[in-house]
């Protein structure tokens, strides 16, 4: 099965600077890559994500890269802003052209700090 | 609102029992999850259901059962075969006609056993 390793676990840094977290994967026939962000006592909410197809994709300060041939795919956050502070997991899922559903598998977070 | 609803937010289980967290979505989609969040564990996947009356195990299910009798339902009862049930437990569904699997997770319910 899969196995996503994500680092670091915890992540302080300056409001302001920039953040990134990386993820890799195991299997190569994963290719949906999402990632959420999970504030104190909710459950994850999709922040952005990227499909195999494409190596890059941004969304205003947040952008993910993906490294297909080395299997590791990044998350950067610009221009921190406390509210960011919060955990962040990647995932990876294998989608299936005919439709279909499987779980994800992810990572097991970095605790995002924002320092002001 | 559409959205994933689960219920109740805490919960607290005398050992040997079996307790039941509910989880119900509006959001017409059919594939539905269970996660199980532990400290420093990320989610692992306890089961999963494309569709209505149909379910898989995921990574994790033993000591836990699902069922499916509705779209918008998908509860699961944690039992007593489970060893060490407290954690922090989430739901969530996606689309299942759509060939990606972007999912929606509910609040979550944190189960504490005494």
């Known amino acids: 099965g899969e196995n996503v390793e994500q680092h670091p676990s915890t992540l302080s840094v300056q409001e302001g600077d920039s953040a990134v977290i990386k993820c890799t994967y195991s299997?190569?026939?994963?290719?949906?890559f999402p990632w959420y962000k999970q504030e104190l006592g909710k459950g994850p909410q999709l922040i952005i994500d990227?499909?195999?197809?494409?190596g890059e994709k941004k969304d205003q300060r947040i952008a993910v890269t993906l490294n297909k041939t080395a299997k590791h795919f990044s998350l950067h956050i610009t221009e921190t802003q406390p509210e960011d502070s919060a955990v962040y997991f990647c995932?990876?899922?294998?989608?299936?052209?005919?439709?279909?559903?499987?779980?994800?598998?992810f990572g097991k977070g970095t605790h995002l700090i924002i320092q002001p | 609102d559409g959205g994933i609803t689960q219920s109740p937010k805490y919960l607290f289980r005398k050992e040997g029992q079996n307790v039941t967290l509910s989880c119900e979505q509006n959001?017409?989609?059919?594939?539905m999850y269970w996660y199980r969040q532990d400290p420093g564990q990320g989610l692992r996947l306890i089961y999963y259901?494309?569709?209505?009356?149909?379910?898989q195990k995921g990574d994790i299910a033993e000591g836990y059962s699902v069922s499916r009798e509705k779209k918008e339902s998908f509860p699961l009862t944690v039992t007593s075969a489970q060893k060490n049930p407290t954690a922090f437990y989430l739901c969530?569904?996606?689309?299942?006609?759509?060939?990606?699997?972007?999912?929606?997770f509910g609040p979550g319910t944190r189960l504490t056993v005494l």
């Open positions: 995932a990876a899922s294998s989608m299936y052209s005919g439709g279909g559903a499987d779980g994800l598998t």
């Open positions: 990227i499909r195999s197809n494409v």
């Open positions: 259901s494309q569709i209505v009356n149909d379910f």
């Open positions: 299997d190569s026939a994963s290719n949906y």
């Open positions: 959001l017409n989609h059919d594939a």
């Open positions: 969530a569904s996606s689309i299942f006609y759509q060939s990606y699997n972007e999912q929606f």
